[in-house]
């Protein structure tokens, strides 16, 4: 893999959108300048050639002889449509280079980030949402640099050599030729604003599409069991047609500032065309420098309408940069921060003194819980359901933190420990634990950092009394499992998740109801071969 710039997206936030994108293409801003150099160039060369032609009309032509320059016009001809090939070329793969880059380096950034957010962000925040933020407005800006930024260089010196070229030609004649500029700009700030919004309301929109089909691929055995297909197509069916709506909508926007601008710079075209024949037939000007206006002014032209276009299109990459900076904005769950890690292990010591939680602000879910746990020692937590065992337990691995009261390990407050030192210390089973669509192998080492001998997976599983079950599997360990572990039972995806957790070896076992679907007979074995692991 080549080794891409490296840069901390969080710096690329700015409450100016143009800044922010400016920053997170950190890195890219040589390449860029080159892919608008070389666009430049290849303009230079088509302008150039216009000049070539006056000339040749003017001085070869007009003279009614071929002489000896003949030749040299022609390989100027040929040379310059090679050079403007090589540079558009070379364009092209720079701006490539660039944006392709840059989006590379955000996708990775947003996924990594993504995984570093707390779990309450995660509680509130829609998956479909994040998914959309990650692909479709990723990809947003994937256009507006690849297109609309290069787009822009690219307009700008377009606009500029020929403006010189046409200046060099005749001055009135450059003159006439731009005099729609300004209501050509006016449309488009106006179409700007209204895209804007248009974007923003359709993207919202799709997010909710996607939460939509995200959940229902999920819940896809809930939908079956309980015969509700045409309720969820039928309201499938509503936020289509609202995005359907939304889009059309957008796609309005576009189709209407088209034809303005068409009219507008057609007019224009027409009038300066006009004016160079009359100055043609009153000897103002040559026939050459005629013919190399009428070549010119499309290219002059060209820019102001798509410089219009840009403006209008770069809206959406504005909205989907503000969509992703919100994400990048959440902070991270700082992982390592906190007093150095106790040399020489846990022994296990929990003390609870009136601890409190709440997940939202003034609805207590824990009350001044206090008890203690000493190493070694075996706790079991009973309670009606709702009542906070699992909201209790997820405290232990700072989940979530604590919000009253006091909370020691080993004597030190639990949230002077850094995040990871105890995540590695302490295993949880959770009450419903998720496999990922891996080999059961891959499931059972997942906890682990290092390689794994058979012998070792083997007695996790056999301890979690899985292994006979795996082995009777046609493929054994190398047995994939669906996703979220559906091929399973639920009974064998509970013993796999103890396996991992077994495997992972920790200091503090944490069992969510992780033996429920569990028979007796095979809970009170795998008890006895933890008393014997631990
Ligand atoms: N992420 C969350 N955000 C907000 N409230 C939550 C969240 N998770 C749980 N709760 C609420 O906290 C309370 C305790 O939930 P918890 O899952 O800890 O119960 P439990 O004792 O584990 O129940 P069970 O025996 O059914 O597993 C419940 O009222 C629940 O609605
Ligand atoms: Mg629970």
Redesign the pocket.
């Known amino acids: 893999m080549r080794q891409q710039p490296t840069f901390d997206l969080r710096n690329a936030i700015s409450n100016n959108r143009l800044v922010g994108l400016w920053r997170m293409s950190t890195g890219f801003h040589l390449t860029y300048l080159g892919a608008t150099l070389t666009l430049g160039l290849a303009a230079c060369c088509r302008t150039a050639s216009y000049l070539l032609l006056r000339h040749f009309i003017d001085h070869v032509l007009g003279q009614g002889r071929s002489d000896s320059t003949l030749p040299l016009i022609a390989l100027g001809f040929v040379g310059l449509a090679l050079f403007q090939g090589v540079f558009t070329f070379l364009s092209g793969r720079l701006a490539a280079q660039t944006a392709e880059g840059i989006v590379l380096r955000l996708r990775n950034y947003l996924f990594d980030h993504i995984q570093r957010l707390p779990f309450a962000y995660h509680?509130r925040t829609p998956t479909g949402e994040l998914i959309q933020r990650s692909t479709s407005d990723v990809d947003a800006l994937r256009r507006f640099f690849a297109d609309q930024a290069i787009g822009v260089g690219r307009i700008l010196l377009l606009f500029g050599v020929n403006l010189a070229a046409l200046l060099h030609l005749n001055w009135q004649l450059a003159v006439l030729s731009v005099v729609v500029m300004p209501p050509v700009v006016v449309m488009s700030v106006f179409f700007f604003r209204k895209v804007s919004k248009a974007y923003e309301a359709y993207q919202n929109q799709e997010a909710v599409l996607s939460t939509t089909l995200q959940e229902n691929l999920t819940g896809v055995r809930v939908v079956r069991a309980f015969a509700r297909q045409s309720y969820e197509r039928a309201k499938f069916e509503r936020d289509n047609w609202e995005r359907f709506r939304r889009g059309r909508r957008l796609l309005l926007m576009h189709s209407l500032y088209w034809p303005a601008s068409d009219v507008l710079c057609g007019a224009q075209m027409l009038v300066g065309l006009f004016a160079g024949a009359l100055m043609v037939m009153n000897g103002a000007i040559t026939v050459g420098t005629y013919v190399a206006y009428a070549g010119l002014v499309v290219w002059i032209i060209w820019p102001m309408r798509n410089l219009g276009r840009l403006i209008v299109q770069m809206s959406t990459g504005l909205v989907s940069y503000d969509r992703v900076a919100k994400v990048i904005r959440e902070e991270r769950e700082p992982l390592d921060e906190g007093a150095p890690e106790p040399t020489g292990g846990l022994r296990g010591e929990i003390v609870f003194r009136n601890v409190c939680f709440e997940?939202?602000a003034e609805i207590p879910?824990l009350k001044d819980v206090s008890f203690r746990c000493e190493p070694g020692q075996v706790v079991a937590l009973l309670?009606s359901?709702?009542?906070?065992?699992?909201?209790?337990v997820n405290l232990l691995p700072r989940f979530y933190e604590y919000t009253g009261g006091s909370l020691t390990l080993d004597g030190v407050e639990l949230r002077k420990y850094p995040r990871h030192f105890l995540r590695r210390q302490i295993g949880i089973v959770e009450?419903e634990p998720v496999l990922f669509s891996r080999t059961v192998r891959e499931n059972i080492v997942y906890g682990v950092g290092r390689d794994v001998c058979e012998a070792e997976i083997e007695s996790a599983a056999r301890a979690a009394a899985i292994h006979d079950a795996i082995a009777a599997f046609p493929d054994g360990y190398d047995t994939l499992v669906g996703e979220k572990g559906v091929t399973l039972s639920g009974g064998q995806k509970q013993r796999v998740a103890i396996a991992r957790i077994l495997l992972k070896d920790p200091r503090i076992l944490i069992l969510d109801?992780a033996t429920s679907s569990v028979d007796m007979e095979t809970e009170a074995a795998i008890r006895e071969a933890m008393k014997r692991l631990m």
Do not use: A, R
């Not at 009542?387 to 209790?392: A, E, I, N, P, Y």
């Open positions: 509680d997940y939202e879910v309670g359901t709702g009542s906070g065992k699992t909201t209790l009450q109801d």
